[in-house]
């Protein structure tokens, strides 16, 4: 079983998740990230969303050829529902 940590929630089922998209490796427009993207198969960065949960948009770094999540963190300027309401935002 995969956990993700979210920031909000704590330690979660990867379940809860929903991946949306793997983020480019080499820096460029549409041609070098569509062409020219590395295979790493230590390392891959991706969206994901906490679907089941705060539904927060995380960037998390996963090693796709174990499985194994290296880090988890917030997308800047997301948060999940009722916190910017908490924090005087909209
Ligand atoms: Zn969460």
């Known amino acids: 079983m995969s956990l993700f940590t979210c920031p909000f ?3 979660r089922n990867i379940e809860e998740f929903a991946f949306h998209k793997t983020l480019p490796n080499v820096p460029g427009g549409a041609f070098e990230t569509t ?4 295979d790493a198969p230590e390392s891959s960065d991706e969206h994901w ?4 949960g705060c539904r927060a948009w995380l960037r ?3 090693n796709p050829s174990s499985g194994d999540v290296l880090d988890v963190e917030l997308l800047t ?9 908490l924090r005087g935002g909209p």
């Open 9 to 11: 929630c704590g330690s």
């Open 77 to 85: 300027g997301t948060s999940p529902p009722g916190v910017a309401a």
């Open 49 to 52: 969303q906490h679907r089941y």
């Open 60 to 62: 998390v770094r996963r």
């Open 35 to 38: 062409f020219l993207r590395r």
